[in-house]
Nanobody, 120 residues
Framework: QVKLVESGGGLVQPGGSLRLSCAASGIFLTIYDMGWYRQAPGKQRELVARITRSGSTNYADSVKGRFTISRDNAKNTVYLQMNSLKPEDAAVYYC??????????????WGQGTQVAVSS
């Protein structure tokens, strides 16, 4: 089993910044891709950013130039630096990983979510 624990959410004013963290723990061989998704009330969950083990990234168009995803493979942790936040960025942010077990099966895990609110 793999557990993902997110932190760093909160309330910020428009134009402000937040940094989200997600640490994976448990028994596994390695982690391939890691990512952040978000879900606003009444909307579907959407991709925010993903990063491969080697560091290749992709972003939703709505966050390009404002958000930066990074990871520390030694700590099994993925980060999301969010700058120039807008009210439309408010959502519950979920961490996601593609994790390889010791039996070499790949499983997708989700964190419990962390709330980001953007309001003056």
């Amino acid at each position: 089993q793999v557990k993902l624990v997110e932190s760093g959410g909160g309330l910020v004013q428009p134009g402000g910044s937040l940094r989200l963290s997600c640490a994976a723990s448990g028994i596994f061989l390695t982690i391939y891709d890691m990512g952040w998704y978000r879900q606003a009330p009444g909307k579907q969950r959407e991709l925010v950013a993903r990063i491969t083990r080697s560091g290749s990234t992709n972003y939703a168009d709505s966050v390009k130039g404002r958000f930066t995803i990074s990871r520390d493979n030694a700590k099994n942790t993925v980060y999301l630096q969010m700058n120039s936040l807008k009210p439309e960025d408010a959502a519950v942010y979920y961490c996601n990983t593609d994790t390889v077990s010791r039996s070499l099966s790949t499983n997708v895990y989700w964190g419990q979510g962390t709330q980001v609110a953007v309001s003056s």
